[in-house]
Structures are given as C-alpha cells and as structure tokens.
T-cell receptor, first 115, second 114 residues
Framework: DAGVIQSPRHEVTEMGQEVTLRCKPI?????LFWYRQTMMRGLELLIY????????DSGMPEDRFSAKMPNASFSTLKIQPSEPRDSAVYFC?????????????FGEGSWLTVV | AQSVTQLDSQVPVFEEAPVELRCNYS??????LFWYVQYPNQGLQLLLK??????LVKGINGFEAEFNKSQTSFHLRKPSVHISDTAEYFC????????????FGTGTRLQVTL
C-alpha cells in the first residue's frame, strides 16, 4: 500500500512568495493532520481534519497559513506570504478512526527553506 | 490537555549495550501512549503503542516499553542496540476520547557508536 504522499519534498523560496504544500493521505483514512517540525519547537500540530472538515486549527500560527481538504484524497497547506521563520519540515499524516488508538501514519515531509 | 516530557535530549550508547529512553506524561484522563522513531531525513514511524491490557508492550526492531500508571511513565527499552538504531525517538500521548490528536514530546536523540 502507498503511504502518505507529500510534495514537494524540498522547496526553497524567497521571502514574500506563496508556498503550497500538498498531501495525499492513505486511502480510506478519515483523519488528516498537518504537523510542523523545527529545532526550536519540535513537532507541532498545526491543523487536523476529519472527513474533510477542519476540526482544530488552533495550532496554525497566523493568518498567513491556511489549509484545505477539498476531498478525501487531497489536502494543501498554503503559506502566503512566506517568511524566513516559516523554514521547517512540514509533515502530513493520516489515520483511520476505526483502528484502535488510531495509529497515525506520517509522510516523509516537505522541507521548506525561506530565504 | 496532555503533555509529554522526554527527560533526555540525547542518549549516547555503545553498540550491543542496553538502552532506556525515558518518557513521562501528564493527563487528567485515560490515555493512549506511543513511541515513534524518525530516521535522518525521514518521516516518523510507529515503534509501538499502549492502548490497554498488558503494561509491557513489544514493538518493532526489538524495542519494548512499559506503561506505569502510578509513575505516569512509558519508558522505551532495548536490551542490545545496533548502529542502525541511531535516530530520534518521540514519545506521544493522546486521550482516549480524542484518540486521533497526538501530543509529542521533544524527542530523544539516540546515538549508537562502536
């Protein structure tokens, strides 16, 4: 089975540019998560969806960040405008509510550098 | 709300030696507990999880963890480590009500050397 697929794997962009990160969850999973990992803050949950509906976006740092899930197989995380402090690894993850403990499966991450 | 404390940011160990990575959690409700591993430049992979039942949980790659409710701990152990175990290890907790929302610790870097 294919795991969680993220693109791009690496992105270098200039400050002020728009960045769009993409995610395809595991087929059949009804939860989707966006995490950010930095040296300073570790792993932070930004937002998560259940059945394509945003449930908790309290981790989204500010209005420059937005996330959408137009259907069960696709989600985007957008940063506009980007800033150097947004440089981080962004992980998408998914899980299925029917599995005990709802094991969360992570993608390999999108490594973002804003210069 | 839950929180997780990983007491050691780095643990150096020689190959074939035993290792314990410590994790303590805080929660006012029942919890599920997890250990994830992150190899360099990769995503996180589940090592093991405690949901209920036996407090000793066995995972992949020879790792095991013991849930101790009275000490609110979930320490990860391996009797003999290998160079390939060098990675970052994350302890995580979720409450059984909102089982999908994980709170992670800050991670422990396990460095195995010859």
């Amino acid at each position: 089975d294919a795991g969680v697929i993220q693109s791009p794997r690496h992105e270098v962009t200039e400050m002020g540019q728009e960045v769009t990160l993409r995610c395809k969850p595991i087929s059949g999973h009804d939860y989707l998560f966006w995490y950010r990992q930095t040296m300073m803050r570790g792993l932070e949950l930004l937002i998560y969806f259940n059945n394509n509906v945003p449930i908790d976006d309290s981790g989204m740092p500010e209005d420059r960040f937005s996330a959408k899930m137009p259907n069960a197989s696709f989600s985007t995380l957008k940063i506009q405008p980007s800033e150097p402090r947004d440089s981080a690894v962004y992980f998408c993850a998914s899980s299925h509510s029917g599995s005990p403990g709802n094991t969360i499966y992570f993608g390999e991450g999108s490594w973002l550098t804003v210069v | 709300a839950q929180s997780v404390t990983q007491l050691d940011s780095q643990v150096p160990v020689f190959e074939e030696a035993p290792v314990e990575l410590r994790c303590n959690y805080s929660s006012s409700v029942s919890v599920y507990l997890f250990w994830y591993v992150q190899y360099p430049n990769q995503g996180l992979q589940l090592l093991l999880k405690y949901l209920s039942g036996s407090t000793l949980v066995k995972g992949i790659n020879g790792f095991e963890a013991e849930f101790n409710k009275s000490q609110t701990s979930f320490h990860l152990r391996k009797p003999s480590v290998h160079i390939s175990d060098t990675a970052e290890y994350f302890c995580a907790v979720s409450d059984t009500g909102t089982a999908s929302k994980l709170t992670f610790g800050t991670g422990t870097r396990l460095q195995v050397t010859l």
